[in-house]
């Protein structure tokens, strides 16, 4: 019987292939189970309900066991984490099953799984939103994200009427924007020629273009060092490769 064949054989109700079938297979087909995971991926068969309890749903979550956990300390590497080979390693004798409670109970990762499904289990990454606007002593807006928008769309489009078109607001609510920000700034932003109905062509003036890229690099600056000071406070455990 070829290995496809083993394998057809084996899938689950879902059409996956569980783990310990995989084992199985390997053992009666005499072939490394490496292979047989690479056999599966190439089919385009998953894998299932990992014996020791790293994905899918396995029936019996397992129990912890100290004989367990002493037989797995010797192998965990400086992260607490132990390769798929040398926890199944360990079960001769006590089950997988133990095996399987004491990982969980410990908090301790599985590494390198054999037949492949992840090389390293690595922990989800964490980012930092910012979020930055620039107000008066009242409280009142002077800059931010949403305000560089309207003039950048009036620059894009030379018309407050189609900037406002493209944000789905109608004439008047951004030509508020821009009053409320002229007035906070004491500045004229956007000149207007007469073209009647809102429809005449727009454009920033010199200052207002002043204002955006001041605005843009400060949001950069804050952003760089908001994710710096994050990974420093976040991240420590993590090396200076996975900060990439």
């Not at 100290?66 to 400086?78: G, I, S, V, W, Y």
Request: net charge positive; hydrophobic share 30%; with cysteine.
């Amino acid at each position: 019987m070829s290995l496809k064949e083993f394998i057809e054989e084996y899938l689950n109700e879902d059409g996956k292939l569980d783990c310990k079938d995989a084992y199985k297979i390997s053992a009666k087909s005499k072939t490394p189970i490496g292979e047989v995971g690479q056999k599966a991926k190439e089919l385009g068969v998953r894998i299932a309900a990992c014996e020791l309890g790293q994905f899918g749903n396995l029936k019996g979550t397992g129990e912890y066991s100290q004989e367990a956990e002493d037989r797995l300390t010797p192998f965990l590497d400086d992260k607490k984490r132990v390769t798929c080979k040398d926890a199944r390693a360990q079960a001769g004798g006590i089950g997988l099953k133990k095996i399987r409670g004491t990982l969980k109970e410990k908090n301790i990762d599985v590494t390198y799984c054999e037949l492949g499904c992840f090389t390293e289990k690595r922990r989800a990454r964490l980012y930092l939103k910012t979020k930055s606007w620039i107000e008066n002593q009242e409280g009142e807006l002077l800059f931010g994200k949403g305000k560089t928008e309207v003039l950048e769309l009036i620059e894009q489009e030379g018309s407050i009427a189609k900037a406002a078109e493209k944000l789905g607001m109608n004439y008047k609510k951004a030509w508020t924007h821009v009053k409320i920000l002229q007035k906070n700034l004491d500045d004229i932003l956007v000149e207007s020629q007469k073209g009647g109905g809102g429809q005449g062509g727009s454009k920033l003036t010199p200052r207002a273009n002043e204002f955006i890229d001041s605005y843009k690099q400060l949001e950069k600056d804050i952003e760089e060092y908001a994710n710096e000071r994050f990974k420093e406070l976040f991240l420590k455990p993590r090396n200076k490769r996975e900060f990439k």
